[in-house]
């Protein structure tokens, strides 16, 4: 787990490089560097746990740095969703760069296409007020990231692939 919160930060790296609002940008790199302090603590405990073996005391402080770092990676990905609504600016040629923005783009098309709908369809009660039954929530780069299908085990950029990776592990 704590590779793959390295594998969030370069991410939200990435965006904040090319995000064009500087208040979004500062956040998302704020949020990103708290996810590698909590990232690294983590990969210590795990180690060291490792090494001593099992205890309740070291199998709590593991948990508990694991929902650290569960609340961390949201952290980024909400504003990795500011810096997308913003815009981006135009990546470079580098392959990471460009998988991460084709994976923005398609997070803020389907949100494009969700508020589209919702206008069509309005669930609104005689206020202008939206009524809160049945209504579906907005896409998130969450919800975007459980969505992917795993990619081939021939990627070499994950010498072994596991059951349960995101799309942030795939394409980072």
Do not use: Y
Request: overall charge positive; some cysteine.
């Amino acid at each position: 787990m704590a590779s793959d919160g390295q594998a969030v930060v370069k991410f939200g790296n990435i965006l904040a490089k090319h995000c064009l609002d500087q208040r979004c940008s500062t956040e998302l790199l704020r949020a990103a560097e708290h996810t590698q302090s909590v990232s690294s603590q983590l990969g210590i405990v795990a180690r060291v746990k490792a090494v001593t073996g099992e205890s309740k005391a070291s199998s709590e402080l593991l948990l508990s740095n694991v929902q650290n770092l569960i609340r961390a990676v949201q952290h980024v990905l909400r504003a990795a969703e500011a810096a997308c609504v913003k815009g981006l600016g135009q990546p470079s040629a580098d392959p990471e760069e460009e998988e991460v923005a084709a994976f923005c783009q398609q997070w803020r098309k389907n949100l494009t296409q969700h508020r589209a709908e919702e206008a069509l369809n309005s669930d609104r009660d005689e206020l202008g007020l939206r009524k809160t039954r049945g209504a579906k929530a907005e896409p998130t780069l969450m919800s975007l990231v459980q969505e992917q299908p795993p990619r081939s085990r021939n990627i070499p950029k994950h010498p072994n692939p596991r059951k349960g990776h995101t799309v942030m592990e795939r394409h980072l």
